[in-house]
């Protein structure tokens, strides 16, 4: 069930002689997750830089987990009213910019952080959860970058908090 209109996404590239093209132009619809809220990856790169020689639309292939260890998943997440989310741990650099809506970031030491439209936060490598307590569903699109797994007293902090196969999304099945 959709929440909001599927977003839009417009990549840009080149034509054989160089000159600026559109090489998609189409709403990606989000898809349900058994994590209470409905995603859409509107593109992912496997590789820091990323490579522009080629055209290969990277939402063809489905990504296997909410962040990958050698470049960058742009994803849309749509919450819908009244709903919260588990807690849980990337090993990525995060940056969630709400777009519409209203949005509650939890960290495990009980912090709440209110969100209004317009607002980013920054996720680095930390435990937290999300709550939309409003009537309305909320977007945020998160950019998530690749980053070693943070270390506290020579022990490193890795994913926690989910299922890769619950959270996969887009591409074939």
Not at 27 to 54: G, I, R, W
Not at 125 to 150: C, E, M, Q
């Amino acid at each position: 069930m959709s929440l909001l209109p599927a977003p839009r996404r417009i990549v840009t590239g080149h034509n054989g002689r160089g000159r600026a093209i559109v090489v998609a132009d189409s709403p990606v619809p989000c898809e349900p997750t058994p994590l209470k809220c409905n995603f859409a990856v509107l593109y992912e790169t496997h590789q820091f830089p990323a490579s522009l020689d080629e055209w290969e639309d990277p939402i063809t292939t489905r990504t296997k987990s909410l962040a990958n260890d050698k470049g960058v998943v742009l994803r849309v997440v749509d919450f819908p009213a009244n709903t919260k989310t588990i807690y849980h741990r990337t090993e990525s650099l995060d940056f969630g910019i709400l777009h519409e809506g209203e949005i509650t970031c939890h960290l495990d030491d009980g912090v709440r952080i209110d969100m209004k439209a317009g607002d980013v936060c920054v996720q680095r490598g930390t435990i937290h959860g999300w709550t939309n307590y409003s009537d309305k569903p909320a977007r945020v699109y998160f950019i998530l970058t690749a980053a070693t797994p943070v270390k506290i007293d020579g022990k490193e902090l890795r994913d926690e908090g989910f299922v890769r196969e619950e959270v996969e999304s887009g591409g074939a099945q």
